[in-house]
């Protein structure tokens, strides 16, 4: 006797089927969707588990057809017995007529008139039609544990790379808040334009996991159709097995088998899955539904004014420690609205992770004037976050653009993410850096109204008038303070625009 509870199959309350709210489809704007991948896996290995149990109640009625051919008539009622009970997961079988739930049906209602069977019928039922389904139930335990390892497993994988970006975008939002409640100041590692970068990376492994898991959800779902084809045409089998040995028994018996099997026949191999797509097809994935794209995926902060860079692009930087050797080298370098200089290899947010190389905290550096295209920058490299930059010292870095009016507009950039006093009128050389006149005012020599200075490195000089105004600032400024007297500014710093008004000139850009 089964443990079953008694309720009749087909009717309303025998089985409760489950409320789904979540589409097979997934949206494109939406960087994290509430779509689970795992649900379309879990309907599909929930199917197989109903296959599997149908499989298992015809394997328990020829069973159970067996023993009763060895005791008669009486004993025949377990056979009735063995298939009275609901089927396990039968809301995915359609319950009108023509289908794997009528199949049952017209089993009970011709099993209860069967009265006699023979010894050698129970021995070919035994021998020869049980095999087939005991083969056709390890197929199907087979394609389970395929689908486990498989759509399952890039389910799982999905999920994964979605909580890692929504751990990103939740950065993102706390450190843009931090950002404008702050003033800008913010660590280097938790920018919100390096925080931008992150996500950006992990959305595209995101998409990439969430797209390979949705082709091979696809190439499941298309598998289904001929999988449970097969199913049920080894089902038809087994029962044309049957009635090959029960054809010798009493007509009755004969006529009964031959419309249990007939109405098997007539079940079309498509007519459950084509039901089932009927029934359940907002939770299957739509193979013409378009692939998730980047460029209309939208999360929050995504146009934070803190994300977009003052200036971005290529510039030469020559090495600290090689810079003799090697010369200058190209990089890719932008400057973010909280006032951090940073250095890449390249702006490819998709191919590797886009860890800053070097990141200059403006405010607490020196900048140099322009001279021929180069600018230097004295600072403290922060990119190694707060333990790495104790130990770091202070260094010089020599920057290159193409032409001198792309240096011209950095160095505006970076001068006014400094601060005026951060600027000094020193072009990069040798014999002066941006630290030997820090915090001295005066306009850069670019700016003077006279013709820019001719490069005369290496000839014998003398004193140059135009660069003694700044210097003999300072040295006032030096006696003053030694006399107690207090020290004048030599005048304001100018900007490339405003010393282009004293001279009636276009200024640079």
Not at 56 to 71: D, L, S
Not at 83 to 105: R, V, Y
Not at 192 to 214: A, D, F, M, T, W
Not at 262 to 289: V, Y
Request: net charge neutral; aromatic share 8%.
């Amino acid at each position: 006797m089964s443990a079953y509870p008694p309720e009749k199959a087909g009717q309303p309350g025998s089985q409760t089927l489950p409320t789904r709210t979540t589409a097979g489809t997934m949206s494109d704007d939406e960087a994290v969707p509430d779509a689970n991948p795992s649900d379309t896996a879990g309907i599909l290995q929930e199917r197989l588990q109903a296959w599997k149990h149908a499989v298992g109640y015809i394997e328990n009625y020829f069973t159970a057809t067996e023993k009763v051919e060895k005791a008669h008539a009486k004993e025949y009622e377990k056979v009735l017995k063995s298939i009275s009970d609901p089927l396990k997961e039968g809301h995915h079988f359609d319950q009108s007529l023509g289908g794997i739930a009528g199949m049952f049906e017209n089993m009970r209602s011709n099993t209860q008139g069967i009265a006699n069977s023979h010894l050698e019928t129970a021995k070919n039922i035994s021998g020869s039609v049980l095999p087939i389904l005991s083969r056709l139930h390890a197929e199907i335990k087979n394609k389970s544990k395929e689908l486990t390892q498989g759509a399952a497993k890039g389910a799982k994988n999905v999920t994964s790379a979605r909580n890692e970006t929504q751990k990103y975008i939740e950065a993102l939002g706390q450190y843009t808040a931090t950002f404008d409640s702050s003033g800008g100041k913010i660590d280097p590692p938790n920018d919100p334009y390096l925080l931008h970068r992150g996500i950006q990376y992990r959305l595209h492994k995101q998409v990439l996991e969430e797209n390979n898991s949705r082709q091979d959800l696809i190439a499941v779902q298309d598998n289904f159709q001929s999988f449970e084809a097969h199913v049920i045409q080894t089902i038809q089998q087994s029962m044309s097995a049957f009635l090959q040995y029960v054809g010798g028994q009493a007509e009755r018996q004969k006529a009964m088998y031959t419309d249990m099997t007939s109405t098997t026949q007539r079940i079309p191999q498509e007519f459950e899955w084509m039901n089932f797509l009927h029934r359940n097809g907002n939770l299957m994935i739509d193979p013409s539904s378009p692939k998730r794209s980047m460029s209309s995926i939208m999360y929050p902060n995504q146009h934070h004014n803190s994300i977009e860079p003052l200036i971005a692009g290529t510039l030469e930087r020559k090495s600290r420690a090689l810079g003799g050797i090697t010369g200058y080298k190209s990089g890719y370098y932008a400057v973010t609205p909280s006032k951090y200089l940073h250095q890449f290899d390249d702006d490819d947010n998709f191919r590797k992770e886009p860890t800053a190389d070097l990141s200059l905290y403006l405010p607490d550096c020196t900048i140099g004037a322009v001279s021929d295209c180069r600018f230097n920058v004295k600072g403290k490299d922060v990119s190694k976050g707060k333990v790495g930059t104790a130990f770091q010292m202070n260094h010089e870095f020599s920057f290159k653009a193409n032409t001198e009016e792309d240096a011209f507009k950095w160095w505006k950039v970076i001068s006014e993410a400094a601060g005026a006093f951060n600027v000094t009128s020193e072009p990069p050389s040798a014999a002066s850096s941006p630290v030997t006149s820090r915090n001295v005012s005066g306009p850069p020599a670019y700016m003077e109204k006279h013709a820019p200075a001719v490069q005369t490195q290496g000839l014998p000089q003398g004193p140059d008038p135009a660069s003694a105004g700044p210097q003999s600032a300072v040295e006032k400024e030096a006696r003053s303070a030694g006399s107690g007297a207090a020290p004048q500014s030599a005048g304001p710093i100018l900007s490339p625009v405003t010393a282009a008004a004293g001279t009636g000139k276009g200024a640079p850009l």
